[in-house]
């Protein structure tokens, strides 16, 4: 066979890592706590039945749905991304300035092939998502931990590794962080906007979970306090829509915005028009209020039940984050335990997690003793029982 390229063996590390993720979503037979999926009860099966049996007809938007399409997507679903969720956080966007792409992930990917060449500099948090750190070491990126506290970036050490390192990109997820469910305060995130304008440096904010708060307080986009134009907002449909739709957005500056749809006609053309139409008509026909009330009330209730079971289940000297929204929580073990190792013993009791170590970029030790725990496709019934039996082995290593 010929030889693979370069970047295929840069990425290898993390792409085991997810390899592991979606085999483990694959076992019928085992709780699993390691994907990222929101409540299945909560998708809008038949909201969408109702739309396609009604636009998908000649004299309305059957044709638009199943033709080519715009490079930027379907006008009406970029003017709802403006009107319904952006305009509330307080930022007046032009349709213009959005482009509709496949699933959140596809920014990170085109923002990559415009912007990164082979040893760039990313700065990421530390913990962070590691699906995106893929992404980023396929185009030969180097990814850089800033040091983080409980409520995320420490802005000095942020401040001090901009200068050192030169980075193209901030990579940040500010609110509900993956893996940790932390959310980064008001002030920070004003900061982390005007390091990127004082640096030139791209802030690219990846913002996929901030419609699913179930306490604690609103807080802005860090795009709202952008005054140059280098914050890039990546944000989802998978979380309040449908993850298998994939479909996701990008805010930005016009200049960028003009070198994504080059990268994307160079990708893929556009963004399936199918998808489109139908998410469009969801959001015109009022149906995304009434739904995202549902998903955060199921989503609510199993976030309660997954900390309660935590603190029921698993031992003494245990740490978890209590997050205020989205779908993680963020566990650290007692007693010297290493989660990786745990993980193949896990299966035996047919319960799954990802573990923490993963999500350190710099790979000296950190997060060896954390799992990342993710309470979105799980009942409340099964998240009793499956910490219940993660609980069990746990205690059992301990012992």
């Known amino acids: 066979m010929p030889k693979m390229a370069d970047r295929m063996l840069y990425m290898e590390d993390t792409a085991k890592i997810i390899r592991g993720l979606f085999n483990a979503m694959g076992d019928p037979e085992t709780i699993s706590f390691g994907g990222g999926a929101p409540a299945s009860e909560g998708l809008p099966v038949d909201q969408v039945r109702e739309i396609c049996n009604d636009v998908m007809t000649w004299d309305k938007r059957g044709v638009e749905a199943l033709q080519y399409g715009s490079v930027l997507g379907v006008p009406d679903l970029r003017k709802a991304v403006c009107d319904v969720l952006l305009k509330p956080k307080g930022i007046d966007a032009d349709p213009d300035e959005v482009m509709i ?6 920014t990170m990917n085109l923002l990559c092939q415009v912007y990164i060449n082979p040893g760039d500099v990313i700065l990421v948090e530390s913990p962070t998502f590691v699906h995106c750190v893929e992404i980023f070491e396929m185009f030969q990126a180097k990814c850089v931990a800033v040091e983080c506290d409980d409520q995320g970036f420490v802005m000095e050490d942020l401040e001090n590794k901009i200068k050192e390192y030169n980075p193209k990109f901030v990579y940040v997820i500010p609110t509900f962080q993956n893996p940790t469910g932390k959310t980064l305060p008001a002030d920070r995130r004003e900061k982390l906007a005007e390091l990127g304008s004082k640096y030139d440096v791209i802030v690219l904010e990846d913002d996929p979970y901030r419609e699913l708060r179930y306490s604690g307080e609103d807080l802005p986009p860090i795009k709202k306090f952008d005054k140059t134009g280098n914050t890039v907002y990546a944000n989802s449909f998978s979380k309040v829509f449908s993850p298998g739709s994939r479909l996701g957005f990008v805010y930005a500056d016009k200049n960028i915005i003009a070198r994504l749809f080059d990268a994307k006609t160079a990708t893929n053309s556009h963004t399936s028009n199918f998808a489109q139409v139908v998410c469009a008509e969801f959001f015109n026909r009022g149906y995304f209020h009434e739904n995202l009330k549902k998903l955060i009330a199921i989503h609510k209730e199993r976030r309660d039940a ?11 000297g245990t740490k978890r984050v209590f997050p205020d929204g989205g779908l993680f929580t963020w566990v650290e073990l007692p007693g ?35 799992m990342r725990i993710s309470f979105g496709n799980v009942s409340p019934e099964k998240i009793d029982e499956g910490m219940r039996r993660l609980g069990e082995l746990i205690k059992a290593e301990m012992k």
């Open 101 to 106: 792409v496949n699933g959140g992930l596809e």
């Open 306 to 316: 997954m900390i309660a079971a935590i603190d029921k289940y698993l031992p003494e």
């Open 336 to 370: 010297g335990i290493n989660t990786t190792e745990l993980l193949e013993k896990a299966a035996d009791y047919h319960v799954a997690y990802i573990a923490g170590a993963g999500f350190f970029t710099d790979k000296d030790g950190k997060g060896s003793n954390a």
